[in-house]
Structures are given as structure tokens and as C-alpha cells.
């Protein structure tokens, strides 16, 4: 028995592991276009930063580590052009361009996302960067040594971690967002006020609002200016922040079903046809609040699918649950983190809701270090918890992790009002900010009354 997976992410990756875990018998061969595999996509803008020294440090693992410590093939640098699902072939070009045809019994489609490029005038000048590979960051890290100035494209977490190491690396920061807020797919618009004042003090100046029109070039066909408006910004780079697209052409090819958003899977991470499964950010999931489907394009979600795919084609029957899409990020000394449903969503989806809302401490008042932390809780009108997001110095992270398991559980406003929390100065205040959060939320809900 042999199972081929396309893609050597996150999602393809943990499915050869998991499937090798709990079967040692089956041949598994992993195919993909990059020629490192099993590395961060996420570490890339803090190896650009200088806070992880170097893009070989990111590279968990190698072909060859896969082959003699998990008897898996990783095939790399080549890229499958079709899926005969009928025949269960797969057709793939290798390093040296000869045309190879792949026999399997089951497959794992894992394609990833695409950066999307938006049809900007001068997109095609030299000296234009997208965040998606090794090999991109490597190419920011060198062109940046030589620059003085860029303009990042985008507003999401990448887009802000990568402008910030940029900024490390003193150059001039432009950042441009189409929408009216940074990090619009984590934050609400009071939320992400707090995030861009913090950005602005480092000295980014940061664009809302406006889309970039044209990208301006020079004799030498590199870039030398952005026009935003009417309004020329000059600049040596450009990074493209501007988000992913599901890759699912070969998904169409082989007959799988697409749904609204990517390919469309089953709770056992199945699609249409059998025996191909499919993981990662190239498929769509389910929203836990919403029960809509949405795409969940995070590496933790894209293991959690990989464990369920690996789990049941080793004969572990399975399921992949549905998602709050919980995110954490960390731009020079401030993290920020979202679970949930987000206010504004909220709102669009017509649900009726209560904010708390709270900014306090990380550590008692009196505790040398502590920094300021700020928490708005979403309840739905039965005082349940639906959505959390954090903005703060430290200790973002377990709190959002905390949220996620509460929303999970059916927490309510009071529960968390009452809810035992540890403290010691040197971590905590004697009251937790969520705690804080929740009871403005309550005194809201009595008022109601």
C-alpha cells in the first residue's frame, strides 16, 4: 500500500508522520516543489529581524532525515501537473524535468495557499517580494541590507511582523492597508487602534484605507515609489502582504468537490473521491460560532488536519472539529491574540451581543516590569462566551488559549467573573484582566435588565 502526499507543509508533513506512527509497513512518498521542506513559514520575518540568526536554524528536518528515521520519500523540487483519480496516478515533473507517473492507493492533497498578487500596475518590477518561502525571506534579507526604505503591502500579521523587521533593520517603513484597520481578519477597529499607535511610536508610518495604484519603477526596471491616492511614496522594495489564495487546481483536476471557499472535505478530512484526503490551507473548514465555512490558513490548524488524515488512513477512525481560528502574534515587544468571533463579525452575521472590556497589568502594580494589557470579551445575548481578543506586553498567548477552551466549553459572563485564577506579583495581578473584562461585560447584561 502506498500513499503519495502532494505538498511537504505543515498539514502534508504531519499527515506522512502521523500515518507513519501508526503504520509501519505502508510506503509513503511526499512530493513538492521547494527544496527545503519541514520548516516555519511563520519564523520568516524573525530570521529577517536578526531574533532567529539564521534561515537554517527554521529547518526542523531534511529528505535524508525522513528517509532513514521515518522511512518516508520526500521527492523535492518537483511539481505534480495532473491527478488521474480513476487510474489513482500521479504525474509529476522532477528536478531534471523528466515526466514521472506515481501509483497510489491513497493521497493527500496539501497544496497550501498562493500569495495573491493583486493587479497592481508595475507588479512585475524587479526588487517586488512576497513572504511564503525560505528562499522569499532570504531574498528580503539581502535586498533589505542594501535598502533604505520599503513599503509593505498589507496589514495582516505577516505584513506587520514583516514591517517591523524590516524596521529592525533601519530602514524607512511604509505601510499599506485597504482596509480601515491593521490585522482586520484578527482585531476589531478599537483593538487594532492600540496595535497601530505602537507601530506609528517605532516610527512606521501606516496607511489606511487606500489601496496601492501603481508601483513606480526605474531605467533598471526596480522599484523607486508606490502611488497611494494621488500621492507618490518613494521606496527601494516592496513586500506583498497581501494574503494567500487556496491553491486547488489540482484538486479540480483530479474531480474533488469544491466548496464555497477551497476544497471541500468531510470531518474525516475526506474529499469528494475516495480514498484522496486533502489538508492545510488548500481546504475549507467549519466555523465554530457561524457553522459557515471559512478557511483556517494557520500551521496549528493545518497539523490538527494532518494528525486526523494520518490518523485515519493508518485505520484510526478520526474527526476534524470545527474551528475558532485562535491566532497569536508578536510585533517587537507587543503581542496580540484573538479567538473566536470578533465584534464586527458579529454584527454583519446579525448577532446581537455584550462587550467587556478591560486594560490593567501583566503583573501587580507594584511588580517591577509589568506592562500594560488590554481584553474585550464578546458575549452572545445568553451570556456566552463567543470571542476573545488581547493586546498586551506578555502573557497573550495562555490567555487566548484559555478563551479558546472556554468558548469551546460554553463558558458564560458569569463564570468567568468567577472563575479561579492564579496570582503571584511577579506573573499576575491579584484580579485577572479577564476577570476585569468579564464583570464590565455583567454590569452591561444588569443594565439590560
Not at 533589505?144 to 511582523?161: D, Q
Not at 482596509?179 to 497601530?196: F, K, N, S, T, W
Not at 506583498?240 to 487546481?249: C, D, K, S, W, Y
Amino acid at each position: 500500500m502506498r500513499t503519495v502526499i502532494i505538498g511537504s507543509g505543515a498539514g502534508g508533513l504531519t499527515t506522512a508522520s502521523t500515518i507513519r506512527k501508526y503504520n509501519r509497513d505502508m510506503e509513503i512518498v511526499v512530493i513538492t516543489k521547494e527544496k527545503y521542506v519541514a520548516y516555519s513559514p511563520c519564523a520568516i520575518p524573525y530570521v529577517i529581524a536578526g531574533e532567529i540568526p539564521s534561515f537554517q536554524d527554521i529547518i526542523m528536518h531534511t529528505p535524508e532525515d525522513y528517509r532513514k528515521n521515518k522511512n518516508i520519500e520526500v521527492i523535492t523540487e518537483s511539481t505534480v501537473v495532473d491527478i488521474d483519480s480513476e487510474n489513482k496516478n500521479v504525474i509529476y515533473y522532477d528536478i531534471d524535468g523528466n515526466k514521472n507517473t506515481l501509483k497510489y492507493d491513497y493521497l493527500v492533497i496539501a497544496t497550501g495557499g498562493e500569495t495573491f498578487i493583486p493587479p497592481i500596475e508595475g507588479r512585475d518590477l524587479e526588487s517586488i517580494f512576497k513572504v511564503k518561502t525560505i528562499e522569499d525571506g532570504m531574498k528580503i534579507k539581502n535586498y533589505a541590507e542594501k535598502s533604505g526604505s520599503a513599503v509593505v503591502i498589507g496589514a495582516g500579521a505577516i505584513g506587520l511582523e514583516t514591517a517591523y523587521a524590516l524596521r529592525k533593520l533601519d530602514l524607512k517603513i511604509t505601510i499599506v492597508e485597504m482596509a480601515p484597520q491593521v490585522l482586520p481578519r484578527g482585531l476589531d477597529i478599537d483593538m487594532a487602534e492600540i496595535v497601530l499607535k505602537y507601530l506609528q511610536d517605532l516610527g512606521i508610518e501606516v496607511i489606511l484605507g487606500k489601496p496601492v495604484s501603481k508601483i513606480l519603477g526605474d531605467e533598471n526596471n526596480r522599484v523607486k515609489g508606490v502611488i497611494v491616492g494621488n500621492k507618490p511614496y518613494s521606496c527601494d522594495m516592496v513586500v506583498m502582504a497581501t494574503g494567500t489564495r487556496p491553491n486547488i487546481e489540482l484538486a479540480k483536476k483530479a474531480g474533488c468537490k469544491i466548496g464555497r471557499l477551497a476544497i471541500k472535505v468531510n470531518s474525516r478530512m475526506e474529499t469528494s473521491i475516495p480514498n484522496i484526503y486533502a489538508v492545510g490551507d488548500c481546504v475549507e473548514t467549519v466555523d465554530f460560532i457561524t457553522k459557515q465555512p471559512i478557511l483556517s490558513p494557520f500551521g496549528s490548524t493545518a497539523v490538527r488536519q494532518g494528525k486526523v488524515a494520518g490518523k485515519n488512513i493508518a485505520g484510526i477512525p478520526t474527526e476534524f472539529k470545527p474551528v475558532l481560528n485562535a491566532m497569536v502574534s508578536k510585533i517587537g515587544e507587543m503581542e496580540i491574540g484573538s479567538t473566536g468571533i470578533s465584534e464586527l463579525r458579529a454584527h454583519q452575521d446579525r448577532l446581537e451581543v455584550v462587550v467587556g472590556k478591560a486594560k490593567a497589568l501583566t503583573r501587580a502594580r507594584y511588580y517591577p516590569g509589568g506592562k500594560p494589557i488590554y481584553v474585550k470579551l464578546i458575549f452572545d445575548m445568553n451570556r456566552t462566551l463567543i470571542g476573545a481578543q488581547i493586546v498586551g506586553g506578555e502573557r497573550v498567548s495562555e490567555r487566548i488559549d484559555a478563551m479558546s477552551l472556554g468558548i469551546l466549553k460554553g463558558v458564560t459572563c458569569e463564570e468567568l467573573v468567577n472563575m479561579e485564577f492564579s496570582y503571584a506579583p511577579p506573573v499576575s495581578m491579584v484580579v485577572d484582566p479577564i476577570a476585569l473584562a468579564a464583570e464590565d461585560a455583567w454590569d452591561k447584561f444588569q443594565k439590560l435588565e
